[in-house]
């Protein structure tokens, strides 16, 4: 027969099992259990691979926080996809050096307007991990996606890599046209150079030549006339002066008359 099992003994390992556990979560969670958290929620736009519940939210590469969970919302009125990012946030990473606030509704707005703003970043190249970063990038817009999950929603900016892809998309999408445009340039230059007009271009061209030297040859034999037309020119300006000086000389004269004419009527 089986010895019977001392229930004192089990309940003793239970205790001292669940006893581990708890420090063991205490000391590898960083103490989460009774520390203050709040939670946001965020949609990144295009995939969020490599994103998961547990994954970091870091401030300027702070550790801040970290991903809650992940999901997928669909809307039936538009019959859109949207990934809710649910991110908990521990102020006292914050408040730890800094002066007492209160993270109030008002500070968050105002922090958002001054460019609070959260994006995806890549954690390692290896694995794919990504992680939610939290920076200021002031004079981006504001993109808040319409919601009623009770919580505050924090707007997000594309990742470097999603702005490249963005760049890519949109050259690919602008090629076409760009081939249809160099191919038509091509087609009026080849039109331009074509075998019936290269005897006119080459008239044109010889015409201009032959032009260029009738300019030639008209601009030594005027240049001696426009020699006599500056020296007519400088005698005008003599005669001008000359004339000026008689015209001074005479009015004085008449000044001088006018008096003597004036004296001689008095009685």
Same mark, same amino acid.
């Given at each position: 027969? =089986?010895?019977? %099992?001392n229930p004192k003994l089990v309940g003793g390992f239970v205790l001292t099992a669940i006893a581990l556990l708890v420090a063991t979560a205490l000391v590898f969670g960083s103490f989460t259990f009774f520390e203050t958290t709040r939670k946001f929620v965020v949609f990144f736009e295009g995939s969020v691979d490599g994103l998961a519940a547990g994954s970091a939210v870091l401030f300027r !590469?702070? $550790?801040? !926080?970290?991903?809650?969970?992940?999901?997928? #919302?669909?809307? $039936?009125?538009? #019959?859109?996809f949207k990934i809710p990012v649910i991110i908990e946030i521990r102020p006292g990473v914050i408040a730890r050096y800094s002066p007492p606030v209160n993270p109030t509704t008002e500070l968050m707005k105002q922090l958002i307007d001054e460019g609070l703003r959260a994006r995806l970043e890549r954690a390692s190249l290896v694995t794919g991990q990504q992680v939610v970063q939290l920076n200021l990038f002031p004079g981006t817009p504001i993109n808040l996606q319409k919601t009623d999950l009770p919580y505050y929603q924090? $707007?997000?900016? $594309? =990742?470097?890599?999603?702005? @490249?892809?963005s760049s890519v998309d949109i050259a690919a999408r602008d090629l076409p046209t760009l081939i249809k445009e160099a191919a038509a340039v091509l087609d009026r230059v080849q039109a331009i150079?074509?075998?019936e007009n290269e =005897? %006119? @271009?080459?008239?044109?061209? *010889?015409?201009a030549a032959a032009m260029m030297k009738i300019l030639a040859a008209d601009s030594e034999a005027l240049r001696p006339? @426009? !020699?006599? %037309?500056?020296?007519?020119? !400088?005698? @005008?300006?003599?005669?001008?002066?000359?004339?000026? =000086?008689?015209?001074?000389?005479?009015? *004085?004269e008449s000044g001088r008359r006018s008096a003597i004419f004036a004296r001689r009527r008095l009685p």
């Open positions: 027969m =089986s010895q019977r %099992a !590469g702070v $550790p801040l !926080g970290r991903v809650v969970d992940v999901g997928i #919302r669909y809307d $039936p009125t538009d #019959r859109s924090l $707007p997000t900016v $594309p =990742s470097p890599t999603q702005q @490249i892809m150079l074509s075998p =005897s %006119a @271009i080459h008239t044109l061209l *010889e015409n006339l @426009i !020699g006599r %037309a500056d020296n007519t020119l !400088g005698d @005008i300006g003599q005669l001008s002066t000359h004339l000026d =000086s008689v015209v001074q000389t005479n009015r *004085e």
